[in-house]
């Protein structure tokens, strides 16, 4: 049973990383939007802070269910890993949305402020 809990918690630990640089991209685009066509609705303020909460519900599950992934890594996926050479494509890719997540959320704070709070 609890290796049924680890692959859902595994999924959902992907699952939350797609939804978090999806909504990045999608603040982005919307932000760069709203300063070019100097848009001004009363739904973007609101908009902008559905999405961002939508950024950090999907941040806490990458940190749990990363945790709970990193701690039971060795037992149900370091060997097929290494023996694939996957580590250092982990390293890569970890190294990778890390910088994508820096970047987008830099946009959301960016964005919060001039459109979230009005």
Known sequence: ???????????FHDLSVAVLATNLLLIFYLGRMVDKEKLSFPLIPRLFQKLSKITYFALIYIVVGGAIRAYYYTDFEWNP?????????????????????????????????KYGNK
């Open 1 to 11: 049973m609890f290796n049924i809990f680890l692959m859902i918690s595994n999924y």
């Open 81 to 113: 890993a290494v023996e694939k050479g996957q580590v250092a494509a982990l390293i890569v890719k970890h190294i990778l949305l890390v910088s994508i997540t820096a970047v987008g959320l830099f946009y959301q704070i960016r964005y919060m402020k």
